[in-house]
């Protein structure tokens, strides 16, 4: 059964920093491209940043460019996404998802909530 589980969420003054992990299982990582989106309250789901296969490239949405970084250790079956000088509008359910690079496979974690709050 194919999972995905975030963890790393939580409450930080702006500013600050987390980082939040996806642990993956049932299913061959490497195989997949990773991505983390996020979803703010009143607000569409939005992609913050995406990693290809092993070695891949990466993308990020302008709004975060230069403060997240995105990353997978495929010998952990982990993608992480680093999240620096984070701002109120970080504010948000983050969610990661897995790809299929053969198939048209998605799966998606059940989120984790970011609060960036004074």
């Known amino acids: 059964q194919v999972q995905l589980v975030e963890s790393g969420g939580g409450l930080v003054q702006p500013g600050g920093s987390l980082r939040l992990s996806c642990a993956a299982s049932?299913?061959?990582?490497?195989?997949?491209?990773m991505s983390w989106y996020r979803q703010a309250p009143g607000k569409e789901r939005e992609l913050v940043a995406a990693?290809?296969?092993?070695?891949?490239?990466?993308n990020y949405a302008n709004s975060v460019k230069g403060r997240f970084t995105i990353s997978r250790d495929n010998a952990k079956n982990t993608v992480y996404l680093q999240m620096n000088s984070l701002k109120p509008e970080d504010t948000a359910v983050y969610y990661c998802?897995?790809?299929?690079?053969?198939?048209?496979?998605?799966?998606w974690g059940q989120g984790t909530l970011v609060t960036v709050s004074s």
């Open positions: 990693i290809a296969g092993p070695g891949g490239s990466t």
């Open positions: 998802k897995a790809r299929s690079l053969y198939t048209d496979l998605e799966v």
């Open positions: 049932g299913y061959t990582f490497s195989w997949y491209a």
